[in-house]
């Protein structure tokens, strides 16, 4: 049966780096990095252009395509609203895959630390986009309550596995999350 995991968690944190490892060592399974997709719709570049409705069609329909292939899919995205977490577990089912939810955490004043350094060592421009809009609507203040929403959807999920991603410990954090998809 395929899987589609959800690999949640705060900006920065290390998803896209875990799900591309997890896909690499796992034949057929699709690291569906929406960051990666934006850069497929044209606009995204600017702020007026609200590139995530054409996006998550996108997902929806690679998702379904994939599993119906019979392969895993890993999603690496940050989703704090139990009912679109829903949504995937939903989609999961009705195309015969299994569904897990896993979180990559740190303490939360770290977490918020990690998303400012990614975007200061990054020269992607989806990443350099992606911290000025949150620079522009708040900064810390902004992250600070993804991270608590983002804890409050855990609780009301507890069947989601919570795994803690210390920085630069990628090979350790990637061995617990191996271990919980096992």
């Known amino acids: 049966m395929p899987r589609f995991v959800h690999l949640n968690g705060p900006p920065g944190i290390g998803k896209s780096t875990l799900s591309a490892l997890w896909a ?3 034949p057929g399974a699709l690291n569906l990095d929406v960051d990666t997709l934006h850069h497929l719709i044209g606009g995204w570049q600017s702020e007026e252009t609200d590139t995530w409705p054409a996006v998550w069609a996108l997902v929806r329909a690679m998702v379904a395509t994939h ?6 899919v890993i999603l690496p995205q940050f ?3 139990d009912d679109e977490i829903a ?3 939903k989609l999961a089912h009705e195309h015969g895959a299994d569904f897990r939810t896993v979180v990559l955490v740190d303490d939360r004043d770290a977490a ?3 998303f ?3 975007a200061r060592d990054s020269d992607d421009p989806w990443i350099r986009h992606h911290h000025h809009l949150v620079e522009a609507a708040g900064g810390p203040v902004v992250l600070g309550g993804m ?3 983002l804890m409050d959807v855990v609780r009301l999920r507890p069947a989601t596995v919570v795994i803690l991603s210390a920085e630069d410990a990628v090979q350790q954090t990637y061995d617990l999350l191996a271990a919980a998809l096992r």
Request: no cysteine; glycine share 20%.
């Open 147 to 149: 991270y608590d929403n």
């Open 116 to 118: 400012g350094r990614r």
């Open 87 to 89: 949504g995937f577990e």
């Open 79 to 81: 989703v704090a609203t």
């Open 67 to 72: 599993l119906d292939g019979g392969h895993d």
């Open 112 to 114: 918020i630390e990690r």
């Open 24 to 26: 690499g060592r796992n």
